[in-house]
């Protein structure tokens, strides 16, 4: 099975910092590599798939890089409904796994 | 508006069975590989089991394969996962969850299934 691991596992920042959260894949999946958003209570949102094509609709603040093991979400400058745990999945290969999740809060 | 939406979920007890559904709508449903996700409460995101569009390749997290067996319905725009042998770690929100570019771009509001005695 393929791990991935998310760092770190919680961050707060302020509004208008630039977030950057990383997710490492125990083997290589090409750019296989989605990330989610997800707000307590609530289904995950899809925000990036291929690991760096934004979803329709997502704010141009949020960007993914990498391939291979290391990936990157960046968001270039948070804005107050940009809280709540982000996850990465890797659909490399069966089963399909995600990283432990990064909390984001406001300070 | 693409939309999913769970139902059938609920109390059981350790050993008993749950039949939970997803009904699909504003999106052409047999095009759209689908999944069953689940949530433990306060953990992340487990992937449980996968099927695509044709129903013609399905796949399963190893913790549920042989007890869990999703299928769907295309002309009824359905997804089904029948789940038997319950146990207390099946207890989670599950989420029904499609996509044809390899993630997963639409998602349902999820279904709870609590597993006690």
């Known amino acids: 099975d393929i791990q991935m691991t998310q760092s770190p596992s919680s961050l707060s920042a302020s509004v208008g910092d630039r977030v950057t959260i990383t997710c490492r894949a125990s083997?290589?999946?090409?750019?296989?590599l989605a990330w989610y958003q997800q707000k307590p209570g609530k289904a995950p949102k899809s925000l990036i798939y291929?690991?760096?094509s934004l979803q329709s609709g997502v704010p141009s603040r949020f960007s993914g890089s990498g391939s291979g093991t290391d990936f990157t979400l960046t968001i270039s400058s948070l804005q107050p409904e940009d809280f709540g745990t982000y996850y990465c999945?890797?659909?490399?290969?069966?089963?399909?796994?995600f990283g432990g999740g990064t909390k984001v809060e406001i300070k | 508006q693409e939309h999913l939406v769970e139902s059938g979920g609920g109390l059981v007890k350790p050993g008993g069975s749950l039949r939970l559904s997803c009904a699909a709508s504003?999106?052409?449903?047999?095009?759209?590989?689908m999944s069953w996700i689940r949530q433990a409460p306060g953990r992340g995101l487990e992937w449980v089991s996968y099927?695509?569009?044709?129903?013609?390749?399905?796949h399963y997290a190893e913790s549920v394969k042989g007890r869990f067996t999703i299928s769907r319905d295309n002309a009824k725009n359905s997804l089904y996962l029948q789940m038997n042998s319950l146990r207390a770690e099946d207890t989670a929100v599950y989420y029904c969850?499609?996509?044809?570019?390899?993630?997963?771009?639409?998602w349902g509001q999820g279904t709870l299934v609590t597993v006690s005695s």
């Open positions: 999945q890797q659909y490399r290969s069966y089963p399909l796994t």
């Open positions: 504003g999106f052409t449903f047999s095009d759209h590989y």
């Open positions: 099927i695509t569009g044709s129903a013609n390749s399905i």
């Open positions: 083997q290589g999946i090409s750019t296989w």
């Open positions: 969850a499609s996509g044809v570019r390899g993630a997963f771009d639409i």
């Open positions: 291929t690991a760096y």
